[in-house]
């Protein structure tokens, strides 16, 4: 069946209506200014919301641009949400977008002038992109997925391909993985000759930061590469491309948490936290998991040290600060 737009933009919300409405208020300026507004779908995903987000949505409904809201009879959870965005995607290309990531000025018109001049499996939109703006194509999926590394878990800067939706056999170790939207992502990626990362800002900075509500060292090491493992016994990735990301992750990511959660013991899930708040880290069992994934590799006790390192130093500088005030 062809699809009736290039894009959509899916947004899986869940009782944040006022985030929900800076964020549609950003992308519906920018599809108005479009020469083709037909060219893009919205679709938002309330996972059985409280608040008034289905007012705001309605609100937005009223202009000259293609919105469908559904409304969850119960909370699916984060992955059952997105999965509900992904199967009601109606465009070639589907772009789950955080409902507190901004899109940043320009940004839909730039990508949709890259979208038609190609068939790419994986977009990735750069996190931390260079002075030099533009966009690269890739052509070997390992390089490309080395490029891209844990970048793969973070929903908004990953646009893929709608009709592989069909193809990624779902279970219930994927809805409870925390990282629902990377087997897609992946299928998308290797399904495809061509892939591509745009380097240049696409989103702003976060509207809030309430992150957690899950094991981080379960989910980002544990969940993760476990979904990455099932691609190398396919052969559709290289061990050589995953054991590259395992060790960039740790590197670039991991061993910050390290010392934040393990060491620093911040941002942890406190007991007894009013219901409803996502914010904090579970992190049972942390060890165990990264020295099952780790524990062989020598860069694991390099790191680790460095960690140590930082987290004294940090110490050091908040007590230096606390004294001089």
Same mark, same amino acid.
């Given at each position: 069946m062809e699809n009736k737009f290039l894009l959509s933009i899916?947004?899986?919300?869940?009782?944040?209506?006022?985030?929900?409405?800076?964020?549609?208020?950003?992308?519906?300026?920018?599809?108005?200014?479009?020469?083709?507004?037909?060219?893009?779908?919205?679709?938002?995903?309330?996972?059985?919301?409280?608040d008034n987000t289905q007012e705001v949505v309605q609100r937005f409904a009223r202009q000259e641009v293609h919105i469908e809201y559904h409304c969850n009879e119960k909370n699916l959870g984060p992955d059952g949400n997105f999965l509900k965005c992904f199967q009601s995607a109606t465009g070639k290309y589907v772009w789950l977008l955080g409902d507190d990531d901004p899109v940043s000025e320009g940004a839909i018109c730039y990508l949709l002038n890259i979208l038609q001049q190609g068939d790419y499996g994986l977009v990735h939109l750069s996190t931390s992109p260079t002075n030099?703006?533009?966009?690269?194509?890739?052509?070997?999926?390992?390089?490309?997925?080395?490029?891209?590394?844990y970048w793969i878990t973070f929903i908004s800067a990953n646009i893929f391909q709608s009709e592989i939706v069909s193809k990624v056999n779902i279970n219930e170790e994927m809805i409870h993985s925390y990282l629902m939207q990377v087997p897609f992502f992946l299928t998308s990626a290797t399904s495809y000759t061509q892939n591509i990362v745009i380097d240049r800002k696409m989103l702003d900075v976060h509207l809030v930061d309430d992150n957690g509500g899950y094991n981080f060292f379960?989910?980002?090491?544990?969940?993760?590469?476990?979904?990455?493992?099932?691609?190398?016994?396919?052969?559709?990735?290289?061990?050589?491309?995953?054991?590259?990301?395992?060790?960039?992750?740790?590197? !670039?990511?991991?061993?910050? /948490?390290? %010392?934040?959660?393990?060491?620093?013991?911040?941002? =942890?899930? *406190?007991?007894? &936290?009013?219901?409803?708040?996502?914010?904090?880290?579970?992190?049972?069992?942390?060890? !165990?998991?990264?020295?099952? /994934?780790? %524990?062989?590799?020598?860069?694991?006790?390099?790191? =680790?040290? *460095?960690?140590? &390192?930082?987290?004294?130093?940090?110490?050091?500088?908040?007590?230096?600060?606390?004294?001089f005030i």
């Open positions: 899916c947004i899986p919300t869940y009782n944040r209506a006022k985030i929900l409405e800076v964020t549609l208020k950003r992308i519906i300026g920018q599809i108005n200014e479009l020469d083709n507004r037909n060219l893009v779908s919205l679709f938002i995903s309330d996972n059985a919301s409280t030099e703006i533009g966009y690269k194509i890739y052509h070997d999926v390992n390089e490309y997925l080395m490029k891209v590394s379960k989910v980002f090491v544990q969940n993760q590469f476990t979904l990455w493992e099932r691609f190398v016994n396919r052969g559709d990735i290289t061990r050589f491309c995953l054991d590259f990301v395992k060790e960039d992750t740790y590197k !670039r990511f991991i061993s910050f /948490y390290i %010392g934040e959660l393990l060491i620093l013991r911040r941002q =942890l899930q *406190k007991k007894k &936290k009013k219901k409803g708040l996502k914010g904090g880290y579970d992190i049972e069992n942390a060890w !165990r998991i990264l020295f099952r /994934y780790y %524990g062989k590799k020598s860069y694991f006790y390099i790191y =680790l040290l *460095k960690a140590l &390192k930082l987290s004294f130093v940090r110490v050091v500088k908040r007590i230096g600060r606390f004294i």
